[in-house]
């Protein structure tokens, strides 16, 4: 997988990446640990950038990562796909199912992770921005834009992430950015009838 | 000088084209559809894309947690199955194991009494030879 913002892993890296995995295979708790530490950036970024939220984006990841440790043990990677792109995966399913348990919740504070991890204010700021933006779409159409609009990914690669047809992209991208739009006329007016 | 179309000729033409379009129709390809349409955003949308991307960079210094690595593994050691113990294994083997150190005790204790017995008689019949040698 291709997309924008994610580092350029050298081929090297990624036969390492197999090389632990199949370790991680055979219990090797260790050989997890160096999977985590080489892919927790760029997974983060997508987590955050999914979910709108740096300490939920936390939790979805730890998560993401104990999922895919007992699929390798279960021997669920069959080693087709790049290591990091089926990680890639894992995450993206793991934040929306943060997004909809969101949605279930309102109001209600449950989360486990806290995130101290060194952000600058323009980030942050821009992430606010990002969920603010994004907040009253559906998980599904949000993810869909997120992969594309602002990962980077084509359609084929944001619907392999999904697991869904290119077609079914296309359809939540429209039906995203029209909800988008309607929504910024609407706040237009609003601002004009109130100016 | 370039000729001039006749216009009859040219309403003949238009006519033909017209007759060979006629049965022209929509595919029913709605995937194709929304291809197009995605490909070819409003301006507004073209706003909207250019304001993603500008948050997409603006992210781009998103990091997790010095100790995500450390939280994970703890999850995962606090989620292994425990590694077996002697008592696991009896409680495993269960009613066949208890049954087996009931008999190892009840051969024991027999077999200690008939010694303690055998070693009685020994003595009784020593003291007695000894009596009578006197």
Not at chain 1, 81 to 97: C, F, H, M, P
Not at chain 1, 115 to 143: K, T
Not at chain 1, 153 to 160: F, Q
Request: hydrophobic content about 45%.
């Amino acid at each position: 997988m291709a997309g924008g913002d994610r580092d350029g892993a050298a081929q090297d890296r990624a036969v390492d990446l197999r090389l632990l995995a199949a370790r991680v295979e055979r219990g090797d708790l260790a050989a997890f640990r160096s999977i985590v530490e080489h892919t927790k950036a760029p997974l983060f970024r997508l987590a955050a950038r999914l979910v709108g939220d740096l300490a939920e984006a936390e939790d979805a990841l730890q998560d993401a990562y104990v999922q895919a440790y007992r699929a390798l043990g279960e021997g669920r990677y069959d080693g087709r796909a790049k290591l990091e792109t089926w990680l890639y995966r894992v995450v993206t399913n793991t934040s929306i199912d943060t997004l909809r348990r969101r949605r279930e919740r309102i109001g209600e504070a449950t989360r486990e992770a806290r995130h101290d991890g060194l952000v600058s204010a323009e980030a942050r700021v821009a992430l606010g921005e990002l969920d603010a933006l994004l907040r009253a779409l559906p998980p599904g159409e949000r993810a869909a834009l997120v992969l594309v609009a602002v990962e980077g990914l084509s359609a084929k690669e944001a619907a392999e992430a999904l697991g869904c047809s290119e077609g079914a992209i296309e359809q939540r991208l429209v039906r995203a950015r029209a909800a988008l739009r309607t929504r910024s006329e609407e706040r237009q007016v609003s601002d004009d009838e109130a100016g | 000088m370039t000729k001039r179309a006749d216009p009859s000729d040219l309403d003949r033409r238009l006519a033909r084209l017209a007759e060979a379009t006629a049965e022209l129709a929509p595919s029913g390809d709605d995937d194709a559809l929304y291809a197009r349409l995605a490909a070819q955003p409003s301006p507004p949308a073209a706003d909207l894309e250019l304001r993603l991307a500008e948050l997409g960079g603006a992210t781009r210094a998103l990091a997790p947690s010095a100790s995500l690595a450390d939280a994970v593994v703890g999850k995962l050691e606090r989620s292994r199955p425990a590694a077996p113990s002697t008592i696991d294994g009896v409680s495993r083997r269960g009613p066949w194991a208890l049954a087996f150190a009931a008999a190892i005790a009840a051969a024991s204790l027999g077999l200690w009494l008939q010694t303690e017995e055998d070693l009685g008689d020994a003595l009784v019949a020593g003291v007695d030879s000894m009596e009578v040698g006197e």
